[in-house]
């Protein structure tokens, strides 16, 4: 964990933390057991210094599998563990809870983790958006889905966006070649979210190697491939 490079627009209203490099692989698939064993530990690890219980902790898990790339689901307390301490995961592109003490947990490399939290309503989402959520508007859809289902107020939502590539090394070709960063901001705040309440990091990934880069491990310019994390719990 890279103290300057945290969440500051929550301001301590909820437990938000990004892993970095130094603090080991995040992601457990096409590992060997002993591999997946030491992912374990890192995740334990990081959890632990970010003030979060690994045994309260929920893992969002997206997959390629189907044309919709607009999909949440709500987790609570019965949730807790899965896909961290053990228990099947629920495929889905955000996670959102209404429930304290629950820890999300999204393991990224390139693509943009949004954590998304209402003040008022004390919701919390965390949303995977990489170019395939982007292309559908999953960042303004998440906003629409959060007002439609519970009355969320777009005023009192905050917005931080993780580190992710920039534009340079992986431009959206839907977007006019812009980032992650700048077309997700642009459809958050097109969804009505204050300019002020959006956090956009300013690290490049393919660029800075305190974090994992797949795109740049495929090109061969990382000799080590991975995944980190980002992890958000209502106190």
Known sequence: MITKHQPKIFDQQIVASSSSVADGNMKKANLSADQQLEVDNNRKIFLNKAGVNPEQTVLVSMSYDRNDFTRFHEVD??????????????????????????????????????????????????????????????????????????????????????????????????????????????QFINAGILEKNIQVSNIDTAIDENYYSHSQFLKGNREVDGRFAIVAMMK
């Open 77 to 186: 307390k019965h949730d807790a563990g899965k896909g961290i301490a053990g228990g099947d995961v629920q495929v889905a592109d955000a996670l959102y809870t209404r429930a304290k003490g629950l820890a999300l947990f999204l393991p990224l490399a390139d693509c943009v983790g949004a954590i998304i939290y209402d003040t008022k309503k004390k919701m919390l989402m965390v949303s995977h958006l990489g170019r395939h959520n982007t292309e559908q508007y999953s960042a303004r859809i998440s906003i629409e889905y959060l007002i439609e289902k519970f009355d969320c107020d777009v005023k009192d939502i905050l917005v931080w966006l993780s580190p992710a590539a920039d534009c340079a090394s992986y431009p959206l070709y839907a977007f006019m070649n812009k980032s992650l960063h700048e077309v997700n901001k642009q």
